[in-house]
């Protein structure tokens, strides 16, 4: 069975420009969640989706962070405009109905000059 | 306000030993418990978890206990393997969410 699938690994972007996360979720999985790692907060939520509708979003830093799931096999997380200390690794999780582990992508390095 | 705490950010073990890593919460609502492991460059995988209702759960050479008057779980390896050697997270849920430790580094040496 293929995993979460995320692209790109690796984004280095300069300051200002508009930064497209993607991911593939695990087929029949409906629970999708975008994550951030940062060396000082750790893994964070950012938003978690259920059967593609958005149910929780607090935890978006700011207006320029957003996030959609037009359908139950693709995600975006897409940042604009970008800054610096939006430099981390962003995962992707997926998780199935009967079941609270979810699982990971490889995540992608964000990096913003 | 960090909600679950790994205090160790690293820990050496040699190999054959008994790793033992922990963690504590502050929220009496998580009724859920995890541990992930992380390799350089990949996401984390799950490991094991347990529920509240639960003190113990085994899955071969990895036990998760939770002492929840102490608000406090921990993960054994027994017996360590170089291969174990990765970062260790611990993670807490009251629902769909996800709280993470910020990790513990496990080293295993030959």
């Known amino acids: 069975d293929a995993g979460v699938i995320q692209s790109p690994r690796h984004e280095v972007t300069e300051m200002g420009q508009e930064v497209t996360l993607r991911c593939k979720p695990i087929?029949?999985?409906?629970?999708l969640f975008w994550y951030r790692q940062t060396m000082m907060r750790g893994l964070e939520l950012l938003i978690y989706f259920n059967n593609n509708v958005p149910i929780d979003d607090s935890g978006m830093p700011e207006d320029r962070f957003s996030a959609k799931m037009p359908n139950a096999s693709f995600s975006t997380l897409k940042i604009q405009p970008s800054e610096p200390r939006d430099s981390a690794v962003y995962f992707c999780?997926?998780?199935?109905?009967?079941?609270?582990?979810?699982?990971f992508g490889p995540g992608t390095r964000l990096t913003v000059t | 306000d960090q909600q679950v705490k790994q205090n160790s950010p690293s820990l050496s073990v040699q190999e054959g030993r008994i790793s033992i890593l922990n963690c504590d919460y502050t929220n009496s609502m998580f009724d859920y418990f995890l541990w992930y492991k992380k390799y350089p460059a990949e996401g984390p995988t799950f490991l094991i978890s347990i529920s509240s209702i639960k003190d113990k759960n085994e899955d071969g050479r990895f036990t998760v206990f939770l002492n929840k008057s102490a608000k406090h779980l921990s993960l054994h390896i027994v017996p360590s393997q170089p291969g174990d050697s990765a970062v260790y997270f611990c993670?807490?849920?009251?629902?769909?969410?996800?709280?993470f430790g910020k990790g513990t580094s496990l080293l295993v040496t030959p």
């Open positions: 993670a807490a849920s009251a629902g769909y969410a996800l709280n």
């Open positions: 087929s029949g999985h409906n629970s």
């Open positions: 999780a997926s998780s199935g109905r009967t079941s609270l582990e979810q699982y």
